[in-house]
């Protein structure tokens, strides 16, 4: 038995080609991100789409220049996900183009979403690689590394927060809401174990001498 000439996988009477089990794939993680935020419903331009992942994916996956989100789209495109046109700006500005979701693409999405293996995530810490390296620095400068790791952590929880907030009253965005919700209290942790972390290092320091001898 063929399947268009490709090789056939599968058991008993459950056949598939190996093409059509793999062609939702060959994606990257970032391509899905996008397609993820167009699967809302809204069309939406480049500018847009920046937008919509600063207010939600940054704070736990990506944070996408320009250039990655338009190198996106047009894969997307060129895939058959995602189609576009170029609309007129009420402002007299030039044209823009805005980007939807096909239903093609939603079929894929859905699919990715549901059957695809969810990637552990990998932490690279900055802060901590710095105070691995403790040894090559000043006391004073890791007190510093984690105080600035402190006040960026508050800084996010409450972007998070702010961000939460002015989403929970759009109906389409309880899960986004949701996914800032665990920002809130990831960047809440992060905050408080650099707290701990600067009374570590505080126990690492010598204790001064007393000036006495027993």
């Not at 399947?3 to 990257?28: H, Y």
């Not at 805005?98 to 990637?119: H, K, L, N, Q, S």
């Not at 800084?155 to 961000?163: I, S, W, Y």
Request: net charge neutral; with cysteine.
């Amino acid at each position: 038995m063929s399947c268009g000439g490709k090789g056939i996988t599968g058991t008993g009477r459950r056949l598939r080609c190996v093409a059509d089990e793999t062609n939702t794939r060959t994606l990257p993680a970032t391509s899905w991100a996008v397609l993820g935020l167009l699967s809302f419903g809204e069309e939406l331009s480049g500018y847009d789409l920046k937008k919509w992942s600063d207010w939600s994916l940054r704070f736990f996956y990506w944070s996408p220049s320009f250039s990655q989100i338009y190198s996106e789209l047009k894969r997307l495109e060129k895939a058959g996900y995602a189609s576009s046109r170029m609309v007129a700006q009420d402002t007299g500005t030039r044209d823009k183009r805005v980007y939807r979701i096909t239903d093609e693409g939603m079929a894929a999405v859905r699919e990715w979403a549901r059957e695809a293996p969810v990637d552990p995530p990998v932490l690279k810490h900055g802060p901590m690689l710095r105070l691995w390296l403790g040894h090559l620095l000043e006391p004073e400068q890791m007190r510093e590394v984690l105080l600035q790791h402190r006040e960026f952590s508050e800084r996010m929880r409450l972007r998070a927060e702010a961000d939460a907030e002015g989403a929970q009253d759009e109906a389409a965005w309880a899960y986004p809401t949701l996914t800032l919700k665990w920002a809130e209290r990831y960047y809440a942790s992060e905050r408080d174990l650099a707290a701990a972390m600067l009374a570590d290092i505080e126990a690492l320091a010598p204790a001064p001498e007393s000036g006495t001898r027993p």
